[in-house]
C-alpha cells in the first residue's frame, strides 16, 4: 500500500466513472447528467493543475487505451466483458476484472502516481473501495441516484432496483472517505436511510456552463428559425433521456388534456422530445410515440435524437418552456441548463429540482404527476398575460448561482480534507 504524503493538494486524481463514458453522447443510454458532470468537473480541476485519469469500461473494440479529452484529462478504456450488449444491471458480473486491470494500469505508473480517487455511481464506487485500499489514497465517491430514493418513487411500469445494488451502494457509503451530495437534501437522504456519518457529507452543488448555455446573440427568434420553428409557436420541450424515471409521458398526457382545454393551441403547439431511450426505456422504445398517436397528439409531438451541448443550448432558447416532470432527479441539470438560456421551467416538486428551480421566480413546481395538474400549469405560463415574462427573466439569475468552476473549487477543497483526515489517522 501507499503512503498519503505530507502534502494535501491533489495533483493526481482518479476518476471512475465505470458504467458510461465521459465521451458518450447525453441523452441516450446510460448517459446523462452524470457524463455532463464527469466531463466538466475534470476539465476545471485539470484547468486548476490537477491531471486528471478517467477510468471507464471499454465498449467498443475501435476505442484507443487512452483517449485524450481536454489537456490535463485522458480517458482510460479498460477492457471488462464484451464491448456491447451489456446492460447496467449485468455490469456487477465484470466489477473484479475491472477492478483488477484498474490497479495493473497503476502498477505499472510511479509509485504514489494518484493523491484521490473518485468516483461515480455505485458500481464505481466498489470498485474505488478496492483502489483506495491498495494506493493508501482517500475515496470520495458521489452517488448522482440512489436505489432506496429511487424505488419509493417508481414511475408505473418501471422497474425496481434490485436488492444487489442497494446492499452495494451501502457498501460504498461505507467504505468511502467522503460523499459529496448534490444538494442538502440528497445530504439527508445519504444519512437517513444509508446511515452515512454526516462529517463525511459535503454538499457541492453541479454547475452549468453559462457560456454555452446562454441566451442567443439572435434572441430566441434567430433560435426558432434556426430550428424550423414558427415565431409564434408554443414550444413545450422536454430534453433528456426517454425513459419511465424521467417520466416524458407526464408531458404528452398535459399537452392532451391542454389541448382539450384550449383546443385553438393546437396549430401553434410544438412538443419537442429531444434525447433517446435509455434504462427501462429501452424495453419499449416507441412507446411513448405509441402514446402520443393514442391520445391522438401526435401531430404536435416531435421526436429529437440527441444532440450536441450548442444544439441543445439553441432548442432551450427557442423554447416557450422546458418541462421537467421527473419522478426522482438527484440535481436536475436540465432545469439548470434551460434557465441559464433564459427559458422557464415546469418542474416536479422532487429531489434537487426544489433546489435548482427558483419557484415563482425561475419556474414553477408541480406537486404530483397528474397530468391535469401538469395541464394547468402549463396553461398558465403559456396564457397567463405577463407570466412566461417574469419567469424568464427569473432564470437567468437562478442559473448564475451554479457554476462549474465553483463546483471544482470546492471539490479541490473536499480533496485537500479528505487528505488530510487520511494523513492525520495513519500519522
Avoid at 1 to 24: E, F, K, N, Q, Y
Avoid at 168 to 177: F, N
Wanted: hydrophobic share 45%; glycine share 10%; charged share 20%.
Amino acid at each position: 500500500m501507499g503512503a498519503v504524503g505530507s502534502g494535501d493538494d491533489v495533483r493526481r486524481l482518479a476518476m471512475i466513472s465505470l458504467h458510461t463514458s465521459p465521451l458518450d453522447q447525453p441523452g441516450t443510454g446510460d448517459a446523462g447528467g452524470m457524463n455532463v458532470y464527469v466531463v466538466e468537473l475534470a476539465r476545471r480541476l485539470a484547468a486548476r493543475g490537477v491531471e486528471v485519469d478517467v477510468f471507464t469500461r471499454a465498449t467498443r473494440s475501435s476505442q484507443g487505451a487512452v483517449v485524450p479529452l481536454a489537456d490535463g484529462v485522458s480517458v482510460r478504456h479498460i477492457t471488462a466483458g464484451p464491448f456491447e450488449g451489456l446492460t447496467k444491471h449485468e455490469l456487477p458480473g465484470q466489477l473484479c476484472v475491472f477492478a483488477r486491470e484498474v490497479l495493473r494500469t497503476e502498477a505499472a505508473l510511479p509509485v504514489g502516481h494518484y493523491d484521490a480517487v473518485h468516483s461515480h455511481y455505485w458500481l464505481s464506487g466498489q470498485v474505488g473501495a478496492l483502489a483506495r485500499d491498495r494506493w493508501g489514497v482517500p475515496l470520495v465517491h458521489s452517488m448522482h441516484t440512489m436505489a432506496k430514493v429511487k424505488n419509493a418513487a417508481l414511475a408505473v411500469g418501471d422497474t425496481p432496483e434490485p436488492a444487489a445494488r442497494l446492499i452495494g451502494e451501502e457498501q460504498v457509503v461505507e467504505a468511502a472517505d467522503v460523499l459529496v451530495a448534490n444538494t442538502d437534501l440528497e445530504a439527508k437522504q445519504l444519512i437517513n436511510l444509508y446511515d452515512a456519518e454526516p462529517a463525511r457529507v459535503e454538499v457541492v452543488h453541479p454547475g452549468v456552463d453559462l457560456a454555452v448555455f446562454a441566451p442567443p446573440a439572435d434572441g430566441p427568434d434567430g433560435a426558432r428559425a434556426g430550428l424550423g420553428l414558427d415565431p409564434d409557436a408554443v414550444v413545450l420541450l422536454f430534453a433528456g433521456r426517454i425513459q419511465p424515471l424521467k417520466a416524458p409521458d407526464v408531458l404528452v398526457r398535459a399537452v392532451a388534456v391542454l389541448l382539450e382545454q384550449v383546443p385553438e393551441l393546437r396549430p401553434r403547439l410544438v412538443v419537442p422530445i429531444v434525447g433517446g431511450p435509455s434504462g427501462s426505456g429501452l424495453d419499449r422504445p416507441t412507446a411513448l410515440a405509441a402514446l402520443a398517436a393514442e391520445l391522438g397528439v401526435d401531430d404536435v409531438v416531435r421526436f429529437v435524437p440527441p444532440v450536441t451541448q450548442s444544439e441543445l443550448a439553441r432548442w432551450y432558447a427557442a423554447a416557450t418552456l422546458v418541462a421537467v416532470p421527473s419522478h426522482n432527479e438527484s440535481f436536475g441539470l436540465v432545469a439548470v441548463e434551460a434557465q441559464a438560456c433564459g427559458t422557464p421551467v415546469v418542474a416536479a416538486a422532487v429531489g434537487g429540482l426544489t433546489t435548482v428551480v427558483g419557484d415563482g421566480r425561475s419556474g414553477l413546481l408541480v406537486e404530483g404527476h397528474d397530468p391535469r395538474d401538469w395541464a394547468r400549469v402549463l396553461r398558465r405560463v403559456v396564457t397567463e398575460p405577463g407570466l412566461r415574462d417574469r419567469l424568464a427573466a427569473g432564470a437567468r439569475a437562478q442559473a448564475a448561482c451554479f457554476s462549474w468552476d465553483a463546483t471544482a473549487e470546492q471539490v479541490l477543497g473536499v480533496y485537500r480534507r479528505a487528505r488530510s483526515r487520511m494523513r492525520e489517522s495513519v500519522g
